[in-house]
Structures are given as structure tokens and as C-alpha cells.
């Protein structure tokens, strides 16, 4: 589904990435870790085509399709969704008005009937379950107002109605009280299945519990230092992230190549 | 593509000019100029003292040029043709006797005249250069006892009405273009509403500049009497020519005891192209008067066009208890320049008046909002809030606020707030990130901010707003 | 402005020929050039008119009438045995850090700078022009921050420069002891007029607080116009406390021009208290990135008393920040005028400026003009601003009554708590408590009243 390879990019001339290679198959889920400033919230948003990251090297294939020459927007249509660690607000514009327009303007790019806001109403209603949502956020504003678990809830209901084919969760667990994050995990677990694949970007080991990974790749000064099954992230839970920074720095481990 | 660019894009839909013969006179102004167009208006003497009072006295006054933050080249009033109407029958048994080239032009602005495609629940005043062409729905509504009509009419079957409303709310010498209209102006619409009736239908008046040489100066009055309500829309379009024309129009509303006028404006005469060539000087004045207790004038306009705009709806709230709001959207781009606000004067007791103005400048425009509201010693318990937000696109533009507070009682509460902002990379990436392009993107976040006003707006023309604005809601505006 | 009034008032003019004439064998040429010029500028502006939209709220018709030239040169009457009474106008913390000026001369009798590090100075403008320690820097920045050629009132002040003070805080040197510098009328002359000038310079990463009082001893009609001009280099912070509790038939018209640093830091407080007719023209301007300040202010007025502000506050660089809060108290008759500009010019991108006037008209004869002023020509900004005119919130007056509080004294609570958001921010306790005093003093007499 995904393939990135030896990806290089950076913002105002500053290299983050530097060298990445990954591959993700429908019906994974992989969780990319690391410590601050490894990446790994870049990766996020190369993926999902930030304006103001800037890609110096490699390519990413989505579906077999050159991701990076695609506008964020184009991105989105394709099947891409980013959840956002610090969700943006949209004063004046209704929850409800914002996501029928998003998932119009994927349906017409399917070549499908546009829904009418009665029936998006039904299919709101519908999704809302997932996260617990009651009607009452369809009215008001995007995320204007909203709590950060609140916030976060909205990003994976987002989620529910676009119905991605990659979602790329960039550390939704932050900030989030134990009960939130229960019930964001429990909504990513739901709409996973095996025709999508799910990327999620932690620093921690905690949202792991509730959605559990096949893969995990440890980031380190913006390459994979590391990588292994759902058991490294509790081993870097133990040991925290030092020991691979020292080891990327000086290319002792040598995993990756670039 | 910037956001800028984006708006940049938009085509002026409207700047289409109609090929009719039109009975136009020679270009200037003087005595005999006024005499000339009372003459062709067939109008009582009442009528020419009223208009040459205006004329000797807007000879004493001098334009304001300095308080506005707006600049133009200077006007040349003797090079403006003050009269031009098209040429067709001087009788109109019926709507459909109306020059078929004048009806085309008005449903090719949306605006279908004939009887058999009228708009559905908008009564409709068309008027083209300086005539009205037609009304619609006249029959129907008087039968509730509406009158509505265009203003040459008006003076010919309600002389008592237009004697005693005329000129009360904005006199003669208000202003130097509220003189200069009063002087020259050639027609416009008339609704009188009586005493209990709430107007079953939306009135409206089209306002269409065809002459490149003329200006428009139109008169509207709205008199709603005891316990009556009214809906007025007000819509404009002009072609687009490279010279500038004047468009100097006075619309006075009277509201008695427990009225109540709701009057909405679309202004969308040519701005001009994008280097300032062209475009219409927009000089208007607009005042309402709460005569009565109760009484609510409720202004809303969205302001879109006009290379200049100087345009200031106000309310006297004079009856105790009466309501004034004014609700706003302006929105500037390329070389276009607003000045534009409010005036609210709390004479009654318990008056309460409501400002919401959201100020779009984009491009190299400058967009300035300039409201007073003013308390009189006598106005106890007055109430008035006031927000004005501004938001500049790219970084050539500006944005002013300019509110002017003046409180002469202690019972009284005034709060004004205003702020800035803009548009920002993160909101188009959060909006984009879910599949919205980034022309749309940009029209859900204006629409976002201009919410309130639109809220304010009939059904209709909240439709045609957020269509002007680059939306592509579809009516889920609200 | 208007030139009429003054065309035929030619006292100004003798005044100024006689200090021309003074000065003339001792004094710096530059000076009595920048004299000539302003006199010549102020016989061209003359006193602004209300036709000017800047003074449309404020008419200083009697001041241009009033003969107010006399007085320039009176000798303090109180010489010797008044000598207690005005110093006691001066405050503990300042018994070593202060300069005394008694209708406009500096009284070195009852000035000491005793308490201030060696290397600051505070001296006579006049001594200060004289000496060539100080002369360079003073002609580089005499004039140079407060504009005459606009202003009529400034013109005047700037061609009568002679007495006032210098203030010069060197590089790194940071002053814990506030100065004070304490202008006293004293009635000695009828219609008598002074010029205070204040030139404050703040070098590079220095730090000091300047309070400037002007009190009387009189209730007798006299002017005030002075000019104060700040100037504070990179990385420079003063606190500046402008109190104003003239005489209530007096006349303070003032000029405040602070020019801010790079990475300056200036933090104003202004009370205004006195006078039958005050107006405060302050002007704020960030030419360099970084700077942070806070202009702010309470004016307390009754009876007949006007007092007018007029605020510039000018974002000219990126990433600076401005605060203002001006609030007014308005009793018996008294009109309030605030008029407060922010410019946010083409290069001040992410600026932040915030500004609030909030006005409580105490009684029903009282009338507020506000005109808060917003002109932005910078897209990435943050500015807002708010203005209200009220009376005190009937829930809160609700809610000390359902605590047993009598109405009367709820209400000269929550006055007292509104005047306290200004006057709280005081570092200087014993210029806090007296204003606080004040305050109260005020609301008791409209308790008894």
C-alpha cells in the first residue's frame, strides 16, 4: 500500500529526515516511535504533504502512485488521513457543514452521488457511535471551544466518516485522560479491518495497550534505529530512548542504510 | 497558489453591457439640468423646489475628503450625465410590454421580471440607469394595503406620503452626496407599509448602472407604520467599464410604534480590475429612524463591490425601547477601498443597538470600519455592543477600525471589541489534510468568519452572498 | 490648528525674547536656534482649535485667552519657611533620589541625588546643557524624540527649554531606588505658566523607574505644559509612573514621546487625578524588533474637570508587543476623552497589541468620548481591542448585598476595585498607598455627599 524510500526532508534547510525506508501493507498497523525531535511527527506530516516541510531526497508510493507529487487535498482524496496531535480551528463553520463537504468532495472524486445534508445526517449519526460523540458537536464549530480529549475524539470521528485507506495517527494520545484515550483506541480499533492499514505515531508506549501494533520502528535523528514486533516498545518503555540515541548518533546499529 | 490568488481569480460575472437606445441628457449640472429632469418626470412643483433647495445648498458644501480613509482623483460633477433612461413605451399596460432587451438583461442577473417566471415570494423594483422598468407583485400587495412602488410613481399617487416622509430622516443638507442626490435624483422605490400589516412577501429593488457616462442616484423610502413589518433586499450590478461612475443614492426608513424594517443590501457594482482602472465611487447614505416606541430597524449589508465605498447606515433610535442593528460583511480586494459603518444615536430610553462588522481586505485594497454610537443625556438605560473583526489576506493590504464612543448618560452600557486575523498556513493544511481544495478551503474560512451577518440575511440572498464570497456550500450557510 | 488666538497674543513672544536675551551670552547656540525654531513653529500652529478632528473633544480656548505669561519667571513665594511643606510632597523612598522644581526652577535646597549610584545622573536640564560631560548627549537627544513641528502645545514648551531635568542611566547600570522628579506649583503667581522638560536616555541594558508628579500647593489657576521625552537603548527597562494631581483650576497640557530599543522593555503607568482641564498626548514608538511595553493609566475626575489622552502607540518592527489599559472613573460633571491609536505599519509582522479603555460614569452629568483606533497594515498580527462605558455590574452589587453589604458601600467597593487594576500595578508603596488614599477619599466624599 505504502512505500517509502529513503525519504530526506527538513524544514527551512534543516534536515529531519534523513533517510527513511518503509513499507506498509493493507491491514497493518505500525506504530513509528522515537524520542522528541527524532522525526517521527515530520514523517506525519511529509506523508500527509505540510507545505512547509520540504522533500530534498527518495520517493513514497502510495498504491503504486507518486504521493509526493500530490496536493495535501489530492492526498486526502486518495485515502490519506492524518489525525492531528494539536487539531486546528475553524471558527464560524459547524462540525456537521465541514464533514459533509469533506466527504462529498471524496465521494464525487469516487465518482459517487454527493449525499444531501439529511442523509449525511443519517451516516453522522451513525459514525458519532464510535467515539461516543453526541449531536450536540455537529453543531458547533470545528474544534472551537472543544476540550483536547474532545479534540482528539473529533479526529478519530473525522476518521470514521472519511474512511481512509491509511491513517496516520500523529501522537493522539497526548494530552489525553485515561477514559479519553480508551475510547479513541476503542474508535481506531473499530474502523481497522484488513482492506486498511494504520500508522501511529507515540513517544509512548501507553496508547499501545489498547491498539497494538505488528510492527514498531524506532526513530532516531530522522532514521529507523530500530525495529521489531509490539515487544521493543515495551523494552523501550524500560529503557527509554537514550541508549538508541547514542547508538544512531554513532551508526552502531546499524539497521538501516541509506 | 497563495490565497490571494485565489480570490484574484474570480471573474466579475455581471460586467456585461445591455445595447439599448437610451434617452440620455447633455452632461452636467445646473439649475436647468434639475429643471430639465423634473420636466421629463412630469413632477409637481413641490417636487423642483425641494430638489433646487437641495441643489443651492449642496453648491455652499464641500465633499469630505479628509475624515474618509479612502482617496480617489477628483470628481468632476460637471462632466456626469445626471439623467439617462432607456427608450421604450411610456405606458406599461403590463409587465410583459416591457422592452424585451430590458427583461433579458435583468434574467441574465437573476432577476426574471415576466409573470410567468417571477421569483416566488420577492416582490422585485428593477431599475436601470436612472428609470424603474417594472415592479412586480404590485396588485397583490395592495390588496393587503402595501404600496410599492417606483419612486416617480409614488410622487404622482402619493403626494401626501412622500410630502410628509421625504427628506425626514436624511435632509436635504445632510451631506454633501445626500445634497447632491436630493438635487438629481431620477427614481428609486417607495414601499409604504400600514398600520398592522406584516408584508406578506420580501419586497426587493435591483439596482443595474448600464450608461458608461452616467451616474445612478436613487432614492429609496420605507415606511412602515404602527405595528407593520417589511423585509427589503436591495441588490446592484454594474458593467464593467474602464471610466469610474458615481453611484450617490439616499434611502430613508421610518419605523412608528412597534414596526419593524429589516433591510438587506448585496452591493456588487464593478470594483474596477485589479490595477484600480474602472470601477463604481459608491457614496451613500443610509439612515433609519425608529420614530415610534418599539419600534426595530435592522440593517445588514454585504459589501462586495465599488471601487470606493462610503457608506454609513444608521439608526435614530428616537422611540423608547427601540432596536437598531447593523450588520456587516466587506470584503476588498485588488485596488478597492471601504470606508464603511454605522452611525447609532440613542435619543430613547431602554434603546438598544447591536453592531457586528467583519471587515475581508485582500490584495492591495484598504478596508476601514468608522461607527459612532452615541448616547444622549436623555437615553436612559441605553445598551449597544459593538464587535468589528478584520481579517487581511497577504500583506499589502490593511485594516482599520475607527469607532467613535460618545456617552453623555450613566445608565447607559457601551462595549466595543474588536480584532485581527488571518487566515493561516495550518488552518488550509488541517482543511486540505481532509480532502477540501484549497480554493475551498479558503471560502469555508471567510464563510466561517462572516457567519453572524450571514445569519442575518433572507434565505435568498445569504444563498447569493456566500456564492459571492467563492463558497460552494450550497445553501448550509447556517 | 488654528492661528488665530494666538496671533494676537503676544505675551509668549515677550516672555521668550527676555530668556532669548538671557540666555544668550552663556548659552549653547544650538539651543537658542532650537528655541528660535519652535518659537517660530508655535507662532505658526498657535493653539489647536476644535475644528482639528485631534482636539475635537477638547476646547483649550482659555488657555489661549488667559494671560498666562506672567508668571514664567515668578520666584517661588515660599522660599525658606515653605520649605518643610514642599518637600513633604516627596516621598520616603525617594528622600535621596529626587529632583524638586517649584513653579518650574529646580530647587537644589530641596533636591538631593544622594542615594543614586555615582555613575547616574539626575541634574537641571539647563546645568546639564552646560556641562560637556553631558551636552553631546543631550543636544543628540533634545527635541529629537517629541515632534514640535505638529503639535502647538510642544512648540511652546520647546522654545521655553531651560529649566528641567536630565536623567542618564549608563550602560548596564541598574537602579533599585526610584527617582522622582517633583514639579510644585505654588500659587505664587497669578496665572503663572512653566515648561517642564524632561529628557530621560536609558543606555543599553540598563534598568531604572522614573516617577514624575506635578502637585500643588494652591487651588489657584495656573498652566502646566511639559514635554518628557524617553529614549531607551538595546535591551534597556524603565517603569515610569506619571502622576498628576495639579490644582482643579489648573491647566496640565503634556507631551510623553518614548522612542523604544531593541529588546527594550517600558512599562507606564499614568494617573490623572488633577486639574480643571488636562490633556496627555503619549506617544509610544517601536522602531526596533522585540520590544515589550505596557502604557497604561486611570484618570479619576468630578465636578467640571476635562481631562483628555490621546495615545500613539506605534508598531513599526516585527515581534513586538504592546499592552494599553486606560480606565476612567467619572463623577459630578466631568467629561473624559480617550483617544488611542495603534499602528501596526507593513514590516511589524507578529505583532501583538492589545488595548482596553473601560470607563464607569459615576454620575449622570458625566460624558466619555472614546475613540479606540485600530490601523493595521501587517497581515500576521495579533492585535484586538475593546472600549466600554457603564456603571458598576448590578450582579456583582447583588452579591456583596447577599453578603450583607450595605449598597453604598458595595458600590464604592467595586469603584474602588476598578481603579485598583491601575493602581495595584504600582511597585512604589508609598505612592500606591496615597493613591489609593485618594481614591477613597474621593468615593467617601461621594458617600456623604
Known sequence: MLEIKNLHAGIDGNEILKGINLTIKKGEIHAIMGPNGSGKSTLAKVLAGHPSYEVTKGEVLFEGKNLLELAPDERAREGIFMAFQYPIEVPGVSNAQFLRLAYNEKRKHLGEEELDPLEFKDLLKERAKVVEMDASFMSRSVNEGFSGGEKKRNEILQMAVLEPKLAVLDETDSGLDIDALRIVAGGVNQLHNPENAVILVTHYQRLLDYIVPQFVHVLANGRIAKEGGKELALELEEKGYDWLKTAADTGTLGVQAS | MSTVEILSKQEYKYGFVTDIESDVIPRGLTEDTIRLIAAKKNEPDWMLEFRLKAYRHWLTMTEPTHWPNISYPKIDYQDVIYYSAPKQKAVKASLDEVDPELLKTFEKLGIPLTEQKQLAGVAVDAIFDSVSVATTYKEKLKKHGVIFCSFTEAIKDYPDLIKKYLGSVVPTNDNFFAALNSAVFSDGSFCFIPKGVRCPMELSTYFRINNSESGQFERTLIVAEEGAYVSYLEGCTAPKFDKNQLHAAVVELVALDDAQIKYSTVQNWYAGDENGVGGIYNFVTKRGKCAGKNSKISWTQVETGSAITWKYPSCILQGDNSIGEFYSVALTNHAQQADTGTKMIHLGKNTRSTIISKGIAAGKSNNSYRGLVKVMPKAENARNYTQCDSMLIGSNCGANTFPYIEVMNNSSNVEHEASTSKISEEQLFYLQQRGISQEDAVSLIINGFCKDVFLQLPMEFAVEATRLLGMKLEGSVG | ?449
Open chain 3, 1 to 449: 490648528m488654528v492661528t488665530e488666538i494666538t496671533t494676537r497674543n503676544n505675551s509668549y513672544r515677550e516672555a521668550y525674547q527676555v530668556l532669548q536675551e538671557r540666555t544668550a551670552p552663556s548659552g549653547a547656540s544650538w539651543l537658542q536656534r532650537l528655541r528660535a525654531n519652535a518659537f517660530e513653529r508655535f507662532e505658526e500652529l498657535g493653539f489647536p482649535s476644535v475644528r482639528d478632528e485631534e482636539w475635537k473633544y477638547t476646547n483649550v480656548a482659555a488657555i489661549a485667552k488667559a494671560d498666562f505669561q506672567k508668571g514664567v519667571y515668578a520666584e517661588s513665594s515660599s522660599r525658606g519657611s515653605g520649605a518643610k511643606e514642599l518637600a513633604s510632597f516627596g516621598s520616603p523612598e525617594t528622600e535621596a533620589s529626587q529632583l524638586i522644581f517649584v513653579n518650574g526652577k529646580l530647587r537644589s535646597d530641596l533636591s538631593s541625588v544622594s542615594g543614586l549610584p555615582a555613575e547616574v545622573v539626575a541634574l537641571d536640564l539647563s546645568q546639564a546643557i552646560q556641562d560637556e560631560r553631558y551636552s553631546e548627549i543631550v543636544r543628540t537627544n533634545l527635541a529629537r524624540h517629541a515632534d514640535y513641528i505638529a503639535n502647538g502645545f510642544t512648540a511652546l514648551n520647546t522654545a521655553f527649554i531651560s529649566d528641567g531635568a536630565f536623567v542618564y542611566i549608563p550602560k548596564g547600570v541598574v537602579v533599585e531606588t526610584p527617582i522622582q522628579l517633583l514639579f510644585i506649583s505654588d500659587g505664587a503667581g497669578v496665572n503663572a505658566a512653566s515648561f517642564p522638560r524632561v529628557l530621560l536616555v536609558a543606555a543599553e541594558n540598563s534598568s531604572a523607574t522614573l516617577i514624575e508628579s506635578y502637585v500643588s500647593t494652591h487651588d489657584s489657576a495656573y498652566f502646566t505644559n511639559a514635554v518628557v521625552e524617553v529614549a531607551l537603548k538595546s535591551g534597556a527597562r524603565l517603569e515610569h509612573y506619571k502622576v498628576q494631581r495639579e490644582s482643579q483650576a489648573a491647566f496640565h497640557v503634556a507631551t510623553t514621546q518614548a522612542d523604544l530599543g531593541p529588546n527594550s522593555t517600558y512599562d507606564s503607568t499614568t494617573i490623572t487625578f488633577g486639574a480643571r482641564l488636562s490633556r496627555h498626548d503619549f506617544s509610544v514608538t517601536m522602531d526596533h524588533e522585540g520590544v515589550e511595553c505596557w502604557v497604561d493609566g486611570l484618570y479619576l475626575v468630578t465636578d467640571d474637570q476635562h481631562t483628555d489622552t490621546h495615545s500613539v502607540i506605534d508598531h513599526r518592527q516585527p515581534h513586538c508587543t504592546s499592552h494599553q489599559l486606560y480606565k476612567g472613573i467619572l463623577d459630578g460633571k466631568s467629561r473624559a476623552v480617550f483617544n488611542g491609536k495603534v499602528f501596526v505599519r507593513h514590516d511589524a509582522q507578529k505583532t501583538d497589541a492589545m488595548q482596553t479603555n473601560k470607563n464607569l460614569l459615576l454620575s449622570n452629568e458625566a460624558r466619555v468620548d472614546t475613540k479606540p483606533q485600530l490601523e493595521i497594515l501587517a497581515d500576521d498580527v495579533k492585535c484586538a481591542h475593546g472600549a466600554a462605558v457603564g456603571q458598576i455590574d448590578e450582579d456583582e452589587l447583588f452579591y456583596l448585598a447577599t453578603r450583607g453589604i450595605h449598597p453604598d458601600l458595595a458600590r464604592n467597593l467595586l469603584t474602588y476595585g476598578f481603579a485598583e487594576e491601575v493602581i495595584g500595578k504600582i511597585k512604589v508603596d508609598s505612592i500606591r498607598a496615597q493613591l489609593d488614599a485618594a481614591v477613597l477619599n474621593r468615593l467617601n466624599a461621594r458617600l456623604e455627599a
